[in-house]
Nanobody, 126 residues
């Protein structure tokens, strides 16, 4: 089992920045590719970004490319999402996810994900 706990959400003005963290415990963090997803009110959960086990490669949704950066610190068992130039449409609950297969995260195969966190709310005021 892997337990994932997100933090860092909050209220920010449009154009501002936030850094989300996802602390992992349980099985070896470095054995899993990691990702961030988000779900806005009334909408389906969507892929935001993913990073390989080593952190050597990442993928992003087109809507966040150039504004968000995913990273990980395997020594600290922590995943990060640096969010800059935030927009009102970035408002959502942000979830971290872990999967042994990087492609599962990139494909956004929600039902097939190994582990999910409970989410942290990000609200961007315009």
């Amino acid at each position: 089992q892997v337990q994932l706990v997100e933090s860092g959400g909050g209220l920010v003005q449009a154009g501002g920045s936030l850094r989300l963290s996802c602390a992992a415990s349980g099985r070896t963090f470095g054995n899993y590719a990691m990702g961030w997803f988000r779900q806005a009110p009334g909408k389906a959960r969507e892929f935001v970004a993913a990073i390989t086990r080593s952190g050597g490669m990442a993928n992003y949704a087109d809507s966040v490319k150039g504004r968000f950066t995913i990273s990980r610190d395997n020594a600290k068992n922590t995943l990060y999402l640096q969010m800059n130039s935030l927009k009102a449409e970035d408002t959502a609950v942000y979830y971290c996810a872990a999967d042994a297969i990087y492609g599962t995260l990139v494909a956004g195969a929600m039902s097939g994900m190994d582990y999910w966190g409970k989410g942290t709310l990000v609200t961007v005021s315009s």
